[in-house]
């Protein structure tokens, strides 16, 4: 109808200027028509605006979905697909829009795209007698880039590594893990401008047996803990060579509180350094399963150790003794025996390294095969003690000792980040024994570093104030914590804890799957990379 009365005007005016009667006839249908004009130009114009929009919101979408696929060996087929496909669901009002030139770049770490769009005008078609092409159809087309951040970034990822991840769990986490480390890597690999170092965590953290006589690990006996579970004052080190192992890596918690800081290790002030893990053996004959005690590898009476006396209980008639007994030393004796470390090798039982069942931590690294190939050799085996983790994924990225490849907490355009995946609670063993627990990170339960409630929901409670310090002191040192949940849907207590380790309710992902897990850790990536439209 509009057009309609448009053209009606146009006549009208027509006629009015073959007349020659008066010019204010003439004037009138200029006016009437100006008017016209510019009432056809607005609303087409609005439509136009309106499509073009669209069209770039559209687009927008498409490049930072595709941006996803960003150092993939597929990205230029698996990110074209799905640029094309999120362009497609976001434009279903216009058939006739395209995307085209879908171009992923990992090495600038840029995707870009435009599009081509049909647009047909309605109201300025009623002008083409007058104005010829000004109602003509016309192609739509906008373009949009995305790019990555310009600054650095330092990343941590602290990962659950313990027995309840084996099989396909742990399959997920490494193929999670490797695609992030794809993402974030895009762009920059080759420079510094992001570093990322992986953090394997089980029951303890095993921080490299290359470390064995850096200044920072107490090999010395400097530290109170170093021979709390020995008779005599024996260096742990000495003892692994004495029973003929080697130290895995693997270094106890640290006493009065350092566990939850990033204090440095200071040689001259023993209770700072790092105790290498040495897990005794427990009373009972060599591979022997006592009650109470599952870690016996040694003859208590082995070694260089006086053998027990045999006292004979009854005879024959002919004299000789029918039935005997040893005379054992009381179990906390025979447990803190070190003589019977020299000389005797281990036989059974898991030995001195028990609960070290990690790989080592990788520190920071620019180099992202070398990243990759720490995720790769991840396996799934002790129990889950996620306060050492978030205290060592925090170490690495500190600037601190023991490991310095962190930037300063002056450089502003450095991000810190860390992101911690678990899918179990805190968890310690106990034992029936005297020495009330496993030995583990923090040794046994009994020296009191869980406090005094020896049950296992006692130690679960005592590990997870622990793990909510840490975590509020590494944010308070200018850390960010992203944290996953993952098959954590039957555990309230630990999904809390982990949403206040987070930096915020953004921050924290839950994952119920291999499926979410992999999601999860492809949104934070895209977080991390600060990807953003660029043009």
Not at 181 to 188: E, I, N, P
Not at 320 to 338: F, G, H, I, M
Not at 356 to 361: A, D, W, Y
């Amino acid at each position: 109808m509009l057009v309609r009365s448009i053209r009606h005007t146009f006549s009208f005016m027509t006629r009015f200027r073959r007349d020659e009667r008066g010019v204010s006839a003439v004037v009138f249908g200029i006016g009437f028509t100006a008017l016209a004009l510019v009432a056809g130009i607005a609303i087409d114009y609005g439509r136009l605006v309106t499509e073009k929009m669209r069209d770039q919101r559209a687009v927008d979408a498409a490049v930072l979905a595709a941006s996803d696929r960003l150092g993939y060996e597929d990205q230029d087929t698996t990110g074209k697909a799905r640029a094309e496909a999120f362009y497609a669901a976001n434009r279903l009002k216009n058939s006739k829009s395209t995307i085209e030139d879908v171009t992923l770049d990992s090495n600038t770490g840029e995707v870009s795209a435009k599009t081509k769009t049909g647009w047909q005008a309605t109201l300025l078609k009623g002008l083409d007698d007058l104005f010829p092409g000004i109602g003509s159809d016309r192609e739509v087309s906008v373009g949009a880039t995305v790019a990555k951040g310009s600054g650095t970034v330092e990343l941590a990822l602290v990962l659950d590594n313990s027995g309840s991840m084996s099989g396909t769990h742990i399959a997920d986490l490494r193929t999670a893990a490797t695609d992030l480390t794809k993402t974030v890597f895009a762009g920059v690999e080759g420079t510094d401008r992001v570093m990322v170092g992986v953090v394997p965590f089980a029951a303890s953290v095993n921080v490299g047996s290359q470390y064995k006589t850096a200044d920072w690990i107490d090999g010395i006996g400097a530290g109170p803990t170093h021979y709390e579970n020995f008779a005599e004052q024996k260096n742990r080190l000495d003892l692994f060579d004495a029973v003929g192992e080697s130290w895995r890596g693997c270094v106890e918690a640290r006493p009065n509180g350092l566990d939850v800081k990033d204090r440095r290790p200071d040689a001259s002030i023993g209770k700072t350094l790092f105790v290498p893990m040495f897990a005794p053996d427990e009373p009972g004959e060599a591979g022997s399963a006592r009650s109470g005690y599952n870690n016996s590898y040694l003859d208590d009476d082995g070694g260089q150790c006086p053998r027990y006396e045999k006292v004979c209980l009854s005879y024959s008639r002919r004299g000789n003794c029918t039935n005997e007994q040893t005379v054992r030393l009381p179990d906390s004796e025979a447990q803190a025996r070190t003589c019977k470390y020299y000389g005797q090798n281990r036989s059974g039982g898991s030995g001195p390294n028990s609960m070290c069942t990690t790989q080592p931590l990788l520190p920071l690294n620019a180099t992202r095969s070398e990243v990759e190939l720490a995720i790769s050799r991840m396996g799934a085996s002790g129990n889950t003690n996620i306060k050492e983790g978030v205290a060592w994924g925090w170490r690495i990225l500190s600037r601190r000792a023991p490991f310095r490849e962190g930037r300063g907490k002056g450089d502003s355009n450095n991000r810190k980040i860390m992101i911690l995946m678990t899918d179990g609670e805190n968890w310690y063993n106990t034992q029936s024994s005297a020495n009330k627990s496993v030995y583990a990170s923090h040794g046994y339960a009994s020296k009191g570093r869980l406090g005094t409630t020896y049950t296992r929901v006692g130690y679960t409670n005592d590990l997870n104030t622990k793990t909510r310090t840490v975590c509020a002191n590494a944010k308070a040192d200018g850390v960010t914590i992203y944290t996953i949940a993952f098959r954590l849907e039957n555990d309230p207590t630990t999904q809390a804890l982990l949403k206040d380790c987070a930096s915020g309710k953004d921050n924290f992902f839950v994952a119920s799957n291999g499926a979410a897990l992999i999601q999860s850790f492809r949104n934070i990536g895209r977080e991390i990379s600060e990807v953003r439209i660029a043009g």
